[in-house]
């Protein structure tokens, strides 16, 4: 019964920021390593950012110093701070759990079997 809903999408200008937030039930969320994915038509689900179970964060390259991950283990709830925004955040944002609790997390979508159903995100010039 793991599920994950996240919020916080919307439209915004370049430049502007937004937060998501992914609730999620099932598990703890602190002892799994958990990421965050975009989606664009035709192409690939891609990582964004995850975090292991010790809390070290990993960034794709594209948004390395504009994004941030982070979870509040009290409320069980998963973030990604976007500064920033560049039109080419734009995608469809999930949030995801990987299947163990190891450290190091990847930016895989294939070590992520548990999925949200995503919140878009749409950034204009």
């Known amino acids: 019964q793991v599920q994950l809903v996240e919020s916080g999408g919307g439209s915004v200008q370049a430049g502007g920021s937004l937060r998501l937030s992914c609730a999620t039930s099932?598990?703890?969320?602190?002892?799994?390593?958990m990421g965050w994915f975009r989606q664009v038509p035709g192409k690939e689900r891609e990582g964004v950012s995850s975090?292991?179970?010790?809390?070290?964060?990993k960034y794709a390259d594209a948004v390395q110093g504009r994004f941030t991950i982070s979870r509040d283990n009290t409320a069980n709830r998963l973030y990604l701070q976007m500064n920033s925004l560049k039109p080419e955040d734009t995608g469809r944002y999930y949030c995801?759990?990987?299947?163990?609790?190891?450290?190091?997390?990847?930016?895989?979508?294939?070590?992520?079997?548990?999925w949200g159903q995503g919140t878009q995100v749409t950034v204009s010039s």
């Open positions: 995801a759990r990987a299947r163990t609790s190891h450290y190091g997390a990847s930016l895989r979508p294939a070590d992520f079997p548990y």
């Open positions: 975090i292991d179970r010790g809390g070290v964060a």
């Open positions: 099932g598990y703890t969320v602190s002892t799994y390593n």
